[in-house]
């Protein structure tokens, strides 16, 4: 099968070997792209230097290569996924890696600890209040720096040649231009994007577990059933 997945240009390093270990093709589609805003990158790295966190949360592999390489020293370091630990490996930065894919279990992962304690996360010009409110409500500070935003291309997606488009957040949902047709497989990579193409009249086939493995995983289990 080929598969169309949304992805910000080069950023879909290894989708392609993965998509072959489950017997598939996959090519990239890209509703967004990321404008960085390097004085914001900057200010983050220059805290996190004077020591004012004590820990640091990297809910994408991309903010992860933007503000890794630049840090002399950091404390304890979470990654939402292990494509998000290993570009943070590649600066030298070990990583606890949350047990789900989703920035909803970075406060039940650290509980009490974060009492007192103050969260530092780099991520993209998304609104994520229910991340910012469950630190707050354990006790702890946090402070966001929106090192990137994320801006529509505008470009329709060329799904022609795909037998089924993943979508990969419920943002690269929302904002890509395309056109649905018949036998078409519509795949969501975990159950916020599922919940955002449902509430756009778009229901999901296949929903995966938050990451592009489980989601290959979940389309081959789908498919064995239907016996194809």
Not at 40 to 68: Q, T
Not at 95 to 121: H, K
Not at 162 to 173: G, N, R
Not at 184 to 206: E, F, K, Q
Request: glycine share 10%; proline share 6%.
């Amino acid at each position: 099968m080929k598969i169309a997945i949304t992805r910000l240009e080069n950023k879909a390093a290894g989708d392609r070997a993965l998509c072959a270990s489950y017997g598939h093709d996959c090519y990239t589609v890209s509703p967004l792209r990321a404008d960085l805003r390097m004085e914001r990158v900057a200010a983050f790295v220059e805290a996190v230097d004077r020591g004012e966190f004590d820990c640091l949360f990297f809910s994408s592999a991309l903010p992860a290569a933007i503000v890794a390489p630049k840090l002399k020293r950091w404390p304890r370091v979470i990654a939402i996924g292990p494509k998000t630990a290993e570009v943070l490996r590649e600066s030298g930065i070990e990583a606890e890696v949350l047990p789900a894919f989703y920035s909803r279990d970075f406060v039940p992962y650290l509980g009490d600890w974060l009492r007192g304690r103050t969260v530092g996360i780099p991520r993209a010009d998304v609104p994520n209040p229910g991340l910012l409110g469950g630190i707050t409500a354990a006790g702890g500070r946090v402070r966001e720096e929106r090192v990137y935003a994320l801006v529509p291309t505008g470009a329709e997606l060329a799904l022609d040649a795909a037998d089924a488009v993943l979508f990969t957040s419920a943002m690269s949902y929302r904002e890509a231009r395309w056109q649905p047709r018949e036998g078409l497989l519509l795949v969501a990579i975990g159950d916020i994007t599922a919940d955002a193409m449902r509430a756009g009249g778009h229901s999901p086939a296949i929903v995966g577990d938050g990451s592009l493995a489980g989601t290959l995983e979940a389309l081959n289990h789908y498919l064995e059933a239907r016996g194809r």
